[in-house]
């Protein structure tokens, strides 16, 4: 068997049916808890603007190699990670790439597990804005703290859940791209919505400042640069995981090359409108610009409380995480959905429901805020990036460069040159060694 027929998947597969509905699921992978409730906070903690050249350095580089790799080498193979690594080693007659595989599904399902928690309080904060409860609550933090409790939100979990097995039951097509053409562009309509209204509060201007005025001695801070770097690592989903697979799904005319430049500036975007709704109306009422959990669920809703029409720009808001955060969570889901469905060779049904159903039982466990810290920090710190370096390894080097540039190519009028060639094969490679060590030096950095 030649090598090229055995990256070849001849078995029919779903696939999306147009470019945008590929392009909207990838932004909606992308387009997540980091980009609302770090990307904010890290601008501000490390020089505001300045912050923003490091940032954009890496979030291009990064999709200009391991963004249009990852998309290609599922496409290539039409598989998920498993049967990637898998057909990719085959070609240098090695047998053991599948376990290799099972990495980044592992990761991917994690954090699914972790997000699928948060969805469930989104749903939470969502109804308690609708109903009132949330807004009339004494104490933001004590409301948050009945919730984020042990087993404090099973009901909301479930139906967090729920929503998003209905989507992926109706396949690729009719579910995952469908939604994503809803749920992205309200999400980016109502976060300008929102951000427009932050805008005409008193005092949003001097959080403005906070957020694009640049200290450029933070460009000499070594941390603004690594921090940087793992803001855009991960906000760009790059696993070795749920991108390869969307990739599988992806035609061959389809120009991946505009498709991840794309994905790059929405996501972006999407973390700008997010710092430019957060930061300023933090600063407003002279609230912590915290980060994580504590910035959505405490600070914002006191923002919301103090503010004129705050309960109806509360619900706009947690309308909007929410698309964002299903969106992320089909993405996180489908990796494991897919591995159990190709490996098993079940019915995607019953797939969704074996994967679905584990994610819940072990979610149980991580309904408390501090065990879903501990959850999402150790897959992000150790297990994502080692999935992202060994599919850089089986694309770039295993399948080699010039089939993987040849792949990325296919669909595209465009043609990349020798500094593809380098960036790819050895800086990002080299990156996704760093994210590793950096993460476990400094406990995570994104």
């Known amino acids: 068997m030649s090598k090229n027929e055995n990256l070849t ?29 770090l990307f904010p906070y890290r601008v501000g903690q490390f020089g505001g603007a ?22 290609a080498f599922g496409r290539m193979t039409q598989t998920g990670p498993i049967g990637s ?3 990719a080693l085959e070609t240098r007659n090695k047998k053991w790439g599948g376990v290799l595989g099972v990495i980044p599904v592992i990761g991917a399902f994690g954090i699914a597990v972790g997000y699928a928690v948060v969805v469930g309080w989104f749903l939470r ?22 919730i984020a409790g042990p087993f404090g939100s099973i009901i909301w979990h479930v139906i967090a859940l729920v929503l998003v097995s209905i989507i992926l039951i109706s396949g690729v097509a009719k ?86 430049k794309n ?20 600063f407003a009422f002279n609230l912590d610009p915290a980060s994580g959990p504590p910035l959505l669920f405490i600070t914002i809703p006191s923002v919301f409380k103090l503010m004129p029409f705050g309960r109806l720009f509360g619900v706009i808001f947690f309308v909007s ?35 679905v159903v584990a994610a819940f039982l072990l979610g149980l466990f991580a309904e408390d805020g501090n065990a879903l810290g501990k959850l999402m920090d150790f897959v992000s710190i150790y297990i994502i990036p080692l999935g992202a370096f060994i599919a850089s390894v089986m694309f770039f080097w295993v399948v080699g460069i010039q ?44």
Do not use: H
Request: overall charge neutral; some cysteine; proline content about 2%.
């Open 175 to 260: 579910g995952i791209e469908m939604m994503n053409k809803i749920m992205m562009p309200a999400f980016y309509i109502l976060f300008v919505i929102v951000m427009i209204r932050v805008f005409m509060l008193d005092g949003a201007m001097d959080g403005l400042k906070y957020l694009v005025l640049p200290e450029w001695s933070s460009l000499a801070n070594p941390k603004t640069w690594i921090y940087a770097l793992g803001q855009a690592f991960f906000s760009l989903s790059l696993a070795g995981s749920g991108m390869i697979v969307y990739g599988s799904y992806l035609k061959r005319d389809v120009d991946i090359i505009s498709s991840a």
């Open 50 to 71: 300045a912050f923003l050249i490091p940032y954009l350095i890496f979030i291009v580089l990064l999709g200009y190699t391991g963004l249009m790799g990852e998309f």
């Open 9 to 37: 998947n001849n078995e029919t597969r779903e696939s999306f049916t147009s470019k945008t509905g590929f392009i909207l699921a990838c932004i909606g992978s992308a387009v997540g808890m980091g980009n609302i409730w």
């Open 125 to 146: 904060f969502l109804v308690g804005f609708i109903t009132g409860s949330a807004i009339n609550a004494l104490d933001s933090g004590t409301y948050f703290g009945e």
């Open 321 to 355: 995480v929410l698309f964002a955060s299903i969106t992320s969570l089909m993405n996180l889901l489908e990796v494991p959905i897919e591995a159990v469905q190709s490996t098993f060779k079940l019915n995607r049904k019953v797939s969704v429901a074996i994967v």
């Open 403 to 446: 089939k993987a540039k040849s792949e990325i190519e296919c669909g595209s009028e465009k043609k990349l040159g020798r500094l593809f060639e380098v960036s790819a094969k050895y800086i990002f490679v080299f990156l996704t060694v760093f994210v590793f060590i950096a993460g476990i030096l400094l406990g995570g950095i994104g």
């Open 85 to 87: 690594f898998k057909k």
């Open 263 to 282: 994905t790059v500036i929405f996501d972006t975007l999407g973390a700008f409108l997010a710092g430019l709704i957060i930061i300023p109306a933090v």
